[in-house]
């Protein structure tokens, strides 16, 4: 990565503000799913053990630029205190006069987690007097927050203006190592898997990964906008009408790169398990939907992963939620786990996937921004990464 990472700062005695993403669930006082501390553990360690006084911030949910309680980091503060076994001291605020007194009085060793960013409207809004209180009593800045890289907030473009140097953490660099490397070095063949609901929402990937791609094999509700174009039959099935031509388009550009299901399972609708069947993708009865991919297409496109050397994976195959309706995502799940192939998962509801799977460590990589890799994966400019540091 042409950028500084964490490995090229002089940290000792230094004021450190490392934006991580510590959006984790809460229940009842207490984080639920620390997976996202995990990640950041190793850049928290590498300022203490190299003599920082490290400043931590993220943003929690969605509080709409207003101080909520229930997305308060104080509890992330406890379990993180518990992970690393030493003392974290929670800030009730992340900017003004609180904060900088904590800040002044924070020595090597010190860690110090801020309250919500988001409890200030001037955090998205990328407030330039907001990022200017954020740097105050700060000498380095630190990003670690791939889940935020894909915006142009204060605290993940405008700080850097106001400190001496700008870096990438360890899970940010890794990151951008595996998702840049697919798109711009990948060992071939190279097979891109897209689900999801809608097209709309990856028309960017798909149109980025066409020319780069050896196979895109095509899952979820966006298969019947396909299907819908071509003139088959798709029952009730969901389907994008605005994006009819779109998808014309791209089955046209795509030649035979684009690979669409045979089969799906189908019913009359998410809640009807009982009522679920295979049928013929190209001929959904009328009043059922299709809701996850058959068993045909489930072997056909395990047959390809199998034979990849890279994949990428960004979108379940069904409604996976519903056990009736999951076993589609499950099987291309397990099929990427026993490939030999790099594997990179988007994050969002293909991490939840492989969790649900039960294969987690058998994936090469698993993303931790479902919307920020969506961001990469499309070839856009992540504003997060261009505003560190160059070396």
Known sequence: ??????????????????????NVPLKDGKVVNDLR????????????????????????????G???????????????GEMLDRKVTFVPDCAGPETEQAVDAAV??????????????????NDVEFAKKLAAGMSLYVNDAFGTVHRAHASTKGITQFVEKSAAGFLLEKEIRYLDGAL????????????????SDKIEVIENLLGKVSCLLIGGAMMFTFLKCLGKNIGKSLYEEDKISLAKRLLDEAGDKIMLPFDVVASSGIEDAAGAHIVPAD??????????????????????????????????????????????????????????????????????????AG?????????????????LLSG???????ALTDK
């Open 184 to 199: 711009e070095a990948p060992e071939r063949p190279f097979v891109a898997i897209m689900g999801g609901a809608k097209i």
């Open 359 to 375: 294969v987690a460590d058998r994936i090469t990589h698993i993303s931790t921004g479902g919307g920020a890799s969506l961001a």
């Open 37 to 64: 501390i995990i990640a950041s553990l190793p850049t928290i360690r590498y300022g203490l053990e190299h003599g920082a006084a490290l400043v931590i911030a993220s943003h929690l949910g969605r509080p709409k």
């Open 1 to 22: 990565m042409p950028k500084l990472n964490i490995q090229d700062l002089e940290l000792k005695e230094k004021k450190v503000f490392v934006r991580v993403d510590f």
């Open 66 to 80: 207003k101080p909520r309680p229930e997305f308060s980091l104080a509890p992330v503060a406890v379990r993180l």
């Open 283 to 356: 001929a959904i009865p009328d009043g059922e939907m299709g809701l996850d991919i058959g068993p045909k297409t489930v072997v056909r496109y395990a047959e390809i992963i199998h034979s990849a050397k890279t994949i990428v994976w960004n979108g379940p195959m069904g409604v996976f939620e519903k056990d009736a309706f999951a076993a589609g995502t499950i099987y291309i799940a397990k099929a990427l786990a026993e490939s030999e192939a790099v594997s990179i998962v988007g994050g969002g509801e293909s991490a939840t996937a492989i969790a649900k």
């Open 108 to 125: 090597p060793g010190d860690i110090l987690l801020l309250e919500n960013l988001r409890f200030h409207p001037e955090e998205e809004a």
């Open 380 to 386: 856009r400019i992540l504003p997060g990464v261009a």
